[in-house]
């Protein structure tokens, strides 16, 4: 059977937006805008698959060239001119568009078709000499960076010559005879730098700008970006070509970018940025300083309504924040692109709780518009309010939040010091894509230019990062390094600043902090403010759909108190080694210290009281719900001091200490090569005799004592890093001694669950066995990342980590996200064969991947009973929870 033959070209009436993963986000949006019947200009679009077969074979495919120019003679015969004619000429732009959005990260060339001939008839066609040199100089400068990889630097050099020497602040400032030098500057520059002439042929540049298109998908900052963003490698970018219509023709013209919703606040209305005379690049880089949109409204009322008209069918039909850009020529406007828009965190859930309340969308869809990474930004702390404070500046809110750093003014300089461990702040005149490394490594963005619909803003919201933009007030010099307010303020690089993203304020210094007002609604569960209620409404509906419990990783009563109000459905991990530091330490060196079996049974009743005590504050905490105690689990040397500095202490000393030099023993004694993979765990209980017992009967006696206050303690006794099932047997029978003498004691009916933790392969591996005595699996999943990848955590990560992620090695740390393809098999592999064993066999996960977003999904879908992680992250892990849930019914409804 003879496949259809490949079509590698659609015009825009042929697609649809479901297609955008071979039409690209930006082709797709084309081509529903003209099926609406919007004012698209018309055009056609290149597919993602020509792409990926020039990216894999360095040439495009055969069909390619007929199948564009059939496509390039349906739009002349629409537009009734041919693409670069002398006297009226077809100009069109060809833009990137890969089937998720990457803001700037890829190429755009517009005004293709310009050359030496059809810029003189453009102007003469126009009546607009000035316009005509000022599209050709764009071209000019836009292929030679893109097209010939000709240092961008260089033209804009050229350009604030030109500037100086009429003394005016923009490109906006020169007439058509300084444009027409610089264009020929352009030229001499392209010459001078390539080795070739500018091509005259408009085909030529066509063709040679959807090369450059193909090629900017694995351009540097394309691939940081994704790679920052998750976004597969292999998906390839479109390549949209569209009749130009343009907002540079005078007071008549202009171009912008609308939202539907505030897309910093979410807030309802219609907003944006409006720059006349402009092309659209100029609202986006911020070379000139756009106004709000309700400008347009002024200076040309009929496209302003027009243009809401569109903005509300667009919104109506994607029933989401929609982000278009427009053009005005000569009062005709002209949609050019919608897409669904980059968002805060805070309109991200505003946004969705408010279509839900519209009836736009139902309650499980509003679930899925929202994330559990988005929620944890809005729990950080922002800066306290103090009226008396003196702003070092003022500019536009583009992405809310709080953060401190130390001032650079470069790229490079942020990467570099952000990879030392410092806190930094980019500071720019304007971003660019160049810009992307060094914002993904600062903790805010300041910039003296731009607005919310700017490059810097655009980037910073999609990312989380806080930012401020247009702060007109500031002079930002990158040669020295330094920045100066309008009442002479100079600020260096290295000094240190805060930034106020919610309020669009910069301040001398570093501000202190208080908990957000989401963080502090969250414990309280309620709140009346916008924001409050979506996140309130967005976490019930999660909670009435999940079926993942989450539980809290928490050692104190207090910590045990705040998971509760956090929404925490019991304790998955109470670690008691953390119980023996601080003034307890001493406790701890007496047992390890003792001579005889008599000296260990003093030292071990004695850390029996505050263990018990313990117990009862976090069981009394979690009242009636289950708290997962681990026995020890850390080697005993971790709670000696360290072996260097006690040898030197000893070796110094005219007199040494007898204790110390019992302590030197000691640590000489229990030194491992290998401490993680050495005496910890169950093998320490099994080695030191009365070490389990002292615990479990700590345990057991707290739950007799929250029975007699009339408590619902529901402990459970977790053994920790068991090998064997003969290891776990042993371990077990000792706690069952102890549970069966306490109840004894007391009277009281003493029922703890004991189970284990599987963070080893060997247990992962033969989990059926150790089903047979187990009532429970936790799984521990940072111990079986190590030991399953063969490394030591914290030596890694400061060692090879960054290059493994560089090559993408690693799409991300295997401890930040499961590796579900090695650790994630193994859970599955041991869920499994442990219900063979018990069906109601309880599993759950302790590890800090209990709190990551996309680990949770995977724990959904490898049937776990429950997540455990810090307090913290508990409002994140229930509505990724309940994200999960939803995701895996679609999954199933869909085959």
Aim: glycine share 10%; proline share 5%.
């Amino acid at each position: 059977m003879t496949s259809a033959p490949t079509q590698y070209v659609y015009g825009f009436a042929e697609g649809n937006r479901e297609m955008a993963g071979l039409l690209g986000g930006k082709g797709a949006g084309l081509a529903e805008m003209t099926r609406l019947g919007l004012p698209v200009p018309p055009g056609f679009t290149v597919t993602t698959e020509a792409c990926k077969v020039y990216l894999a074979t360095g040439d495009e495919p055969s069909e390619l060239g007929i199948e564009t120019a059939r496509a390039l003679a349906a739009l002349e015969r629409t537009m009734g001119r041919t693409l670069g004619q002398p006297d009226d000429p077809l100009l069109v732009s060809v833009r990137s568009g890969a089937r998720f959005s990457m803001p700037g990260m890829m190429e755009t060339i517009l005004d293709i078709g310009l050359n030496d001939d059809s810029v003189i008839g453009l102007a003469k066609t126009s009546g607009q000499e000035r316009f005509a040199w000022d599209s050709y100089r764009r071209l000019v400068q836009m292929f030679g960076r893109t097209v010939l990889g000709v240092d961008g630097d260089l033209f804009e050099q050229a350009i604030a010559e030109h500037r100086a020497q009429r003394a005016v602040t923009d490109d906006h400032g020169l007439d058509a005879s300084e444009l027409a030098l610089l264009t020929e500057e352009f030229k001499a520059l392209i010459r001078r730098e390539t080795g070739e002439e500018f091509p005259q042929d408009p085909v030529e540049q066509l063709y040679r700008a959807i090369r450059a298109v193909f090629d900017s998908w694995n351009g540097d900052r394309a691939r940081i970006y994704r790679h920052r963003e998750r976004i597969p490698d292999d998906l390839g970018t479109a390549v949209n070509i569209q009749a130009m219509v343009f907002g540079n023709l005078g007071p008549d013209s202009g171009t912008g970018v609308a939202f539907t919703r505030d897309p910093a606040t979410g807030a309802p209305g219609i907003y944006g940025d409006y720059l006349s005379d402009a092309q659209g690049e100029d609202v986006v880089a911020g070379v000139r300083d756009a106004e709000p949109l309700d400008r347009l409204k002024i200076l040309d009322p009929r496209s302003y309504d027009r243009l809401g008209e569109h903005l509300r069918t667009l919104e109506g039909h994607y029933r989401d924040l929609c982000d278009v850009e427009f053009t005005v020529e000569r009062g005709r406007l002209w949609i050019l692109q919608t897409r669904v828009g980059q968002r805060t965190a805070e309109a991200a859930f505003r946004i969705a709780h408010d279509l839900r309340e519209e009836r736009a969308i139902t309650a499980d869809e509003a679930l899925m518009r929202v994330d559990g990474t988005e929620l944890t930004r809005l729990m950080f702390p922002r800066f306290e309010a103090h009226p008396t404070d003196v702003p070092l500046a003022l500019g536009v809110p583009a992405s809310p939040g709080a953060a401190v750093g130390a001032v650079v003014f470069d790229s490079e300089t942020a990467v570099r010091r952000a990879a030392t461990g410092e806190s930094v702040v980019l500071v720019r005149r304007e971003t660019t894509p160049d810009d992307l490394p060094g914002m993904i490594a600062a903790q805010a963005v300041l910039t003296s230019r731009g607005g919310k619909t700017s490059h810097a803003a655009v980037v910073a919201r999609g990312m989380g990062k806080v930012c401020v933009c247009g702060s007109e007030s500031l002079t930002v010099d990158t040669v020295a390094r330094q920045l100066t307010t309008s009442s002479g303020v100079v600020v260096r690089e290295g000094d240190t600043v805060s930034v106020d993203g919610t309020a669009g304020t910069v301040h001398l210094g570093a501000l202190p902090l208080t908990a957000s007002d989401v963080g502090c609604a969250l414990e309280t569960g309620t709140g009346t403010a916008p924001l409050i209620e979506a996140v309130l409404g967005a976490l019930a509906q999660a909670d009435s759909v999940r079926r993942l419990e989450v539980r809290a990783n928490a050692d104190t009563p207090e910590d045990a108190e705040r998971a509760r109000r956090l929404g925490a459905q019991g304790i998955g991990l109470c670690r008691t080694e953390h119980m023996f530091l601080g003034t307890r330490r001493a406790l701890v060196e007496a047992m390890i210290l003792a001579r005889d079996d008599t000296a260990r049974t003093q030292a071990l009743d004695a850390l029996l009281p505050p263990q018990r005590t313990d117990f009862t504050g976090i069981l009394k905490a979690m009242d009636g719900l289950p708290v997962t105690i681990r026995l020890l689990d850390p080697p005993l040397h971790e709670f000696l001091p360290d072996r260097t500095e006690l040898a030197v202490r000893v070796a110094s000393a005219v007199h040494p200490d007898v204790h110390d030099r019992e302590l030197l023993a000691a640590v000489e004694r229990m030194h491992e090569q290998n401490p993680m993979l050495g005496l910890r765990g169950v093998r320490l209980g099994l080695a030191v005799p009365g070490l389990v017992a002292m615990q479990v009967r700590a345990v057991a006696e707290a739950v007799v004592q929250r029975l007699r206050d009339g408590g619902r303690p529901r402990a459970e006794i977790m053994i920790p890093l068991v090998g064997t099932v003969e290891e776990l047997r042993l371990a077990r029978a000792e706690a069952e001694r102890v549970l069966a003498d306490v109840a004894a004691e007391s009277g009281q009916v003493v029922d703890c669950p004991i189970g284990t933790m599987i963070e080893l392969p060997r247990a992962a591996l033969t989990a059926g066995r150790i089903a047979e005595v187990a009532d429970f699996f936790s799984f521990g999943t940072n111990d079986l990342t190590q030991t399953t990848w063969g490394l030591s955590r914290d030596d890694a990560e400061a060692s090879f980590f960054p290059l493994y992620l560089k090559k993408g090695i690693f799409a991300v740390s295997p401890f930040e996200t499961l590796d579900q393809e090695g650790v994630g098999r193994l859970v599955e592999l041991a869920v499994e064969a442990g219900r063979a064993v018990k069906p109601q066999l309880e599993t759950g996960v302790c590890g800090e991947h209990g709190g990551d977003p996309e680990s949770i999904h995977f724990f959904h879908r490898a049937g776990l009973d429950y997540v455990s992680c810090s307090p913290f992250r508990i409002p994140a892990a229930r509505l990724e929870a309940g994200r999960a849930a939803l995701t895996a019914t679609e999954t199933s409804d869909s085959r």
